[in-house]
């Protein structure tokens, strides 16, 4: 039977990749004939698994520019996030309470804050002007000697918007206080040195670069400073001591073959992508049928988020269920609020509620962009005179 629906176009690549085949097949043998316990040393089972994941550890290591050592597994970025801020207030706690982050965060980040503060952190969400963008003397204005935690995320996951990481990791060591990063957006993208960034922490997922859903690390600098972290999961000791719980081995060899895939198309997909939303853009946003939110100068490729005056996006979702993309509010919840990113760049709550983000991907091509492009601006155009 044939399926009356056309088929659908994926253009939310920020919310979730679709895993590579190349990713599932070197995952497969690790959920059935290598099942072992990566933790069971007694036997030749667990050293396989054991070896594998120490082979990854270096692999993934290597591709942030970090020591073996400096990895530990996670369950994705959210988690990793909460380790990372969570971790870090609880052993520097007696140094001082004091936070810094950005309004314009991930929800992951900005909810880990607002739980530190129930329980006597002080913490300062800085602003970002129009573009997006921060301004780092009210970085260093901000800062006080109690300052343990300055939280800055490499791209931003709804408008593509690339902070300047570096600039706000000097002017934390230079105040004393350690530097954390959530690269989620940036990996399998950018290049991501730690130690050219100044991270002492740093986050990545595998689902946000082809690889599998429930698998992330978190970087945890070693030298200069040795950063210390407490655990939040308490148990066999694994990781160091920092994460316990048994691996999970199939998404730690997914994890490692998603970044050996970005690594080899690095430039191919820049290139692609990026042409990809050019053409995309020039459909949307010429004559002033709508207009890009954020910096387009400092940008990641893959991602436009664009304002359609007079429409709801909300409304374009449901007129084009065959196209996905996502909209600028939060629709976790019954009643969506507007996106706190487009709000806290000077957004009025009408025009993020008219805002759309698309986030193209590998498996895009011309002609589905094309199609998408010319469905949605028909959409939009009846949407406005209806
Ligand atoms: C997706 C995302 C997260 C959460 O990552 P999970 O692995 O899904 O928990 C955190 N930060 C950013 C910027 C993201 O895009």
């Known amino acids: 039977m044939k399926m009356i629906s056309s088929e659908r176009i994926y253009l939310d690549h920020n919310a979730t990749t679709p895993v590579d085949r190349e990713v599932l097949e070197a995952m497969l043998p690790w959920f059935s004939e290598k099942f072992g316990n990566a933790a069971s040393r007694t036997h030749l089972s667990g050293r396989l698994a054991a070896e594998a994941v120490e082979n990854s550890r270096s692999y ?51 909810d880990t804050c607002g739980r530190l503060e129930l329980s006597g952190f002080d913490v300062t969400y800085l602003p970002v002007n129009r573009e997006g963008l921060p301004d780092l003397t009210e970085l260093e204005n901000a800062i006080t000697p109690k300052t343990i935690l300055i939280s800055m995320m490499m791209v931003n996951n709804e408008t593509g918007v690339i902070m300047t990481v570096k600039e706000a990791a000097e002017i934390a060591h230079a105040n004393g206080s350690l530097f954390f990063t959530d690269a989620t957006q940036a990996a399998g993208k950018l290049r991501i040195d730690v130690n050219e960034l100044g991270a002492d922490l740093l986050c990545i997922s595998a689902h946000k670069m082809y690889g599998p859903k429930g698998t992330g690390i978190l970087y945890v600098r070693r030298k200069n400073p040795r950063v210390h972290l407490d655990p939040l999961i308490d148990g066999g000791g694994h990781e160091n001591g920092i994460r316990s719980g048994t691996l999970n081995v199939p998404g730690i060899i997914g994890m490692q073959k998603a970044a050996e895939v970005c690594i080899r198309r690095y430039w191919d997909d820049s290139s692609m992508i990026s042409k990809l939303r050019t053409l995309l853009e020039q459909i949307l946003t010429d004559d002033g049928f709508g207009y890009i939110n954020g910096s387009v100068r400092n940008r990641i490729y893959n991602t436009t988020n664009i304002c359609f005056p007079g429409i709801r996006a909300s409304e374009l979702m449901t007129r084009l269920p065959e196209i996905e993309f996502s909209s600028g509010s939060a629709c976790s919840s019954a009643l969506p609020a507007p996106s706190h990113v487009l709000t806290a760049m000077g957004l009025t709550e009408e025009q993020a509620y008219s805002s759309v983000r698309f986030s193209l991907g590998r498996m895009n091509s011309m002609e589905a962009v094309l199609e998408a492009g010319s469905k949605i601006k028909t959409t939009i155009e009846n949407l406005r005179t209806s």
């Open 60 to 110: 993934i290591a290597d591709f942030i520019g970090a020591s073996s050592s400096e990895i530990v597994f996670t369950s994705g970025s959210t988690e990793s996030v909460n380790l990372a801020i969570k971790g870090a207030a609880s052993a520097y706690c007696k140094k001082g309470n004091h936070i810094i982050t950005w309004q314009t965060e991930h929800k992951a980040v900005l």
